[in-house]
């Protein structure tokens, strides 16, 4: 993932985290501005990207006492930064995500179903120069 600095449109890069689901598309955007932000993106009709979900509120925005970079103490807060997305991002993805895709009693054809597995192959560089996909 890349991370955005600069004003201007949000801009997703294809190696962002994006799916197409239900006929939305969706993407991660992390953003640099006066302090740093994790968005949920939705794909606009005209292509562009509006903002769904501040996955990081304004975690970011206020010092933490005696703390000169408040991104680094709550990662460390966490453990790590897998730590931090587990605890901090994850829950709030999924409240957006369960308002953005509400239950349907629509079934999900099987085409649908592959897709959204194939959303959690991982390419894997090896050591020896070759490529395998994992999921």
């Known amino acids: 993932m890349s991370i955005q600095t600069g004003d201007g449109p949000i801009r997703i890069d294809p ?3 994006q799916l197409t689901y239900r006929g939305k598309t969706i993407a991660l955007n992390v953003r640099s501005l006066m302090w ?8 606009q009709s005209d292509g562009s990207w509006q903002v769904g979900a501040d996955l990081t509120g304004d975690l970011f925005a ?12 709550w990662v460390q807060h966490h453990g790590g930064g897998m730590g931090f997305v587990r ?22 054809l099987p085409l ?8 959690a192959v991982r390419f894997l560089p ?3 120069g070759t490529l395998i996909a994992s999921a």
């Open 15 to 17: 190696d962002d985290a």
């Open 36 to 43: 740093p932000v994790i968005l949920g993106c939705v794909k």
């Open 87 to 108: 605890a901090v991002v994850l829950p709030r993805l999924n409240a957006w995500l369960a308002e953005l895709f509400p239950k349907s009693d629509a079934p999900v």
């Open 62 to 73: 206020s010092d933490v006492a005696g703390q000169p970079d408040a991104v680094a103490y």
């Open 112 to 119: 649908e179903q592959i897709n959204s597995a194939l959303s």
């Open 126 to 128: 090896q050591t020896d």
